[in-house]
């Protein structure tokens, strides 16, 4: 098969936070990333919420640029700024490991005995 397989479609529309269980709305970038924002409009929120002509949810924040909503958009907060249960953090991995940790395991050759 010459081309990989398509993406799967992101989650899209009104579903439940898979971490705290909230109602949130699946939305789709500029980029084509799956983005969560809180169901209930919200005027302090940065995110910029709309409906395409097809259903799809689209989100895009605000921007010196474009500092307000347009059209039939409503601003939304973005769920992970008020999730209760956060993230996981990630370890940092090691970037270098030391010598005796290196060394371990490795058999001797013989101009090494």
């Known amino acids: 098969m010459p081309y990989p397989p398509p993406r799967p479609p992101a989650p899209n529309g009104p579903a439940l936070c ?11 970038t500029v980029n084509q990333r799956a983005q969560m ?24 924040q605000l921007t ?3 500092p307000t909503t347009e059209g039939a958009e409503a601003l939304h907060m973005p769920h ?3 999730c ?8 940092a991995t090691p970037t270098r490991m030391s010598a005796a ?13």
């Open 101 to 113: 940790r290196v060394r371990q395991g490795v058999r001797p050759v013989r101009w090494q005995r």
């Open 37 to 60: 924002v809180d169901l209930q409009p919200d005027d302090k929120g940065n995110s910029a919420v709309r409906r395409d002509h097809t259903g799809r949810y689209l989100v895009r």
């Open 64 to 66: 010196k640029e474009r």
């Open 18 to 28: 898979p971490r705290c269980l909230a109602q949130v709305i699946w939305c789709v």
């Open 80 to 82: 992970v700024a008020t």
């Open 84 to 91: 209760p249960v956060p993230a996981p953090r990630r370890t």
